[in-house]
């Protein structure tokens, strides 16, 4: 479904299968309606890997289908053990489904995935199980480097602001509160009275920056923006953030890892903190200027 599992799945299988996704750049998942297309691709598929969670809440009965029919359909968030997975206040008993930007966690999905691999091919199994193993190691280097990144912002003005609650996860395994103006779906309308204490936030604790995303909507940030100029206070878009979609295909922001990079090291710099100007790899496409 998601572009961040269709990258890892890639790098699991390397030449043993073909892997499509469903959603390209900039689309969000919570709102996706699948069309004929995509539902003609999920029942052709062999395999089926999706976020779960419910984050691709509008294909749930699709999915209900397939399975029904013995479709070998898997829900990557299985990776997780249920005792680390959020439960948002405004979530109504609901799991937080934006386990991605926990490199960590993403890390164990990566090898749920490849189990799944191993079971269904068992004859292609130890290059699944090695192509698993060099990806996590490389995912290991990258969630040390945004440890690090985050780490040297000032405690002042560490305050990650965005759309909607997408990292919580990237909150809590880096250390970073994070404030937002919708919760953790993007069907529910943000409320005036949401913007409002969010501003009066920003403007009491005179925080330096806040960060559209690539996949929601950028009214809402505007508002925030407006409100927060009318306390007397300027406050800068830091840059866009890749939260529920990746960056452009074929592009490294358009990796898992790229998109990870990207996020971790604009953030740092929009925030006083210090970081490469071409990211974790030096492959970050836009330099990014403090």
């Given at each position: 479904?998601?572009?961040?599992?269709?990258?890892?799945?890639?790098?699991?299988?390397?030449?043993?299968?073909?892997?499509?996704?469903?959603?390209?750049?900039?689309?969000?998942?919570?709102?996706?309606?699948?069309?004929?297309?995509?539902?003609?691709?999920?029942?052709?598929?062999?395999?089926?890997?999706?976020?779960?969670?419910?984050?691709?809440?509008?294909?749930?009965?699709?999915?209900?289908?397939?399975?029904g029919k013995g479709k070998n359909l898997f829900a990557v968030s299985n990776g997780v053990e249920t005792s680390y997975l959020r439960?948002?206040?405004?979530?109504?008993?609901?799991?937080?489904?934006?386990?991605?930007?926990?490199?960590?966690?993403?890390?164990?999905?990566?090898?749920?995935?490849?189990?799944?691999?191993?079971?269904?091919?068992?004859?292609?199994?130890?290059?699944?199980?090695?192509?698993?193993?060099?990806?996590?190691?490389?995912?290991?280097?990258?969630?040390?480097?945004?440890?690090?990144?985050?780490?040297?912002?000032?405690?002042?003005?560490?305050?990650?602001?965005?759309?909607?609650?997408?990292?919580?996860?990237?909150?809590?395994?880096?250390?970073?509160?994070?404030?937002?103006?919708?919760?953790?779906?993007?069907?529910?309308?943000?409320?005036?009275?949401?913007?409002?204490?969010?501003?009066?936030?920003?403007?009491?604790?005179?925080?330096?920056?806040?960060?559209?995303?690539?996949?929601?909507?950028?009214?809402?940030?505007?508002?925030?923006?407006?409100?927060?100029?009318?306390?007397?206070?300027?406050?800068?878009?830091?840059?866009?953030?890749?939260?529920?979609?990746?960056?452009?295909?074929?592009?490294?922001?358009?990796?898992?890892?790229?998109?990870?990079?990207?996020?971790?090291?604009?953030?740092?710099?929009?925030?006083?903190?210090?970081?490469?100007?071409?990211?974790?790899?030096?492959?970050?496409?836009?330099?990014?200027?403090?």
């Amino acid at each position: 479904t998601i572009a961040m599992i269709t990258d890892v799945v890639k790098n699991i299988v390397g030449e043993h299968a073909l892997v499509e996704g469903i959603m390209g750049e900039d689309v969000d998942p919570h709102l996706f309606q699948p069309q004929r297309d995509s539902v003609m691709r999920i029942q052709k598929a062999d395999i089926v890997f999706y976020c779960g969670l419910n984050l691709e809440g509008q294909m749930s009965r699709l999915f209900e289908q397939q399975a029904g029919k013995g479709k070998n359909l898997f829900a990557v968030s299985n990776g997780v053990e249920t005792s680390y997975l959020r439960k948002p206040g405004e979530a109504h008993g609901h799991y937080d489904p934006h386990i991605w930007p926990d490199v960590d966690a993403w890390s164990q999905c990566a090898q749920f995935i490849a189990d799944k691999m191993c079971e269904l091919d068992p004859s292609h199994s130890e290059e699944y199980k090695k192509n698993c193993s060099q990806y996590r190691e490389e995912l290991s280097k990258l969630n040390q480097y945004i440890k690090d990144c985050i780490a040297t912002i000032p405690e002042s003005s560490r305050y990650l602001v965005t759309a909607h609650d997408a990292f919580g996860y990237f909150s809590r395994a880096y250390k970073i509160p994070v404030k937002s103006v919708q919760g953790i779906s993007t069907e529910s309308e943000a409320g005036v009275q949401d913007i409002n204490k969010l501003v009066g936030f920003l403007a009491t604790h005179k925080i330096p920056a806040i960060f559209v995303e690539s996949s929601t909507p950028k009214k809402n940030i505007e508002a925030v923006i407006e409100g927060v100029k009318a306390k007397g206070f300027n406050i800068q878009v830091g840059g866009e953030l890749f939260s529920d979609a990746m960056g452009k295909t074929g592009s490294y922001e358009g990796t898992y890892i790229g998109m990870m990079d990207h996020n971790a090291t604009i953030v740092t710099i929009a925030l006083g903190g210090k970081a490469p100007l071409k990211g974790f790899n030096g492959k970050l496409e836009q330099e990014k200027s403090q």
